[in-house]
Nanobody, 118 residues
Framework: QVQLVESGGGLVQPGGSLRLSCAAS????????MGWYRQAPGSQRELVAT???????NYADSVRGRFTISRDNSRKMVYLQMNSLKPEDTAVYYC????????????WGQGTQVTVSS
């Protein structure tokens, strides 16, 4: 079974930075999409950024220009560099993996808490 484990969350002040990591174990689809989603208290889970195995990236409007998603396919890792953090970025951040041809939401990690507060 494929498993995803997130790390790197924590408490930062507005304007600060964090780097989230997601490690995948098990067999990974050759053509896949890995991404980051977040869920704030009382809100639905929303897309933050995705990256395909072919290198195509996508970002939510709210994070574009501040966050950067990257991959290391040989190590089965995906990262999210978060800069210029805002209080509204506070949420649990989840790593996701799915086949590029899948119509399902795929596999989820347990999440890592990011809190932006002064």
């Amino acid at each position: 079974q494929v498993q995803l484990v997130e790390s790197g969350g924590g408490l930062v002040q507005p304007g600060g930075s964090l780097r989230l990591s997601c490690a995948a174990s098990g067999s990974i689809f050759r053509v896949n999409v890995m991404g980051w989603y977040r869920q704030a208290p009382g809100s639905q889970r929303e897309l933050v950024a995705t990256s395909t195995s072919g290198g195509v990236t996508n970002y939510a409007d709210s994070v574009r220009g501040r966050f950067t998603i990257s991959r290391d396919n040989s190590r089965k890792m995906v990262y999210l560099q978060m800069n210029s953090l805002k209080p509204e970025d506070t949420a649990v951040y989840y790593c996701n993996l799915r086949s590029a041809s899948s119509i399902t939401t795929g596999i989820w990690g347990q999440g890592t808490q990011v809190t932006v507060s002064s």
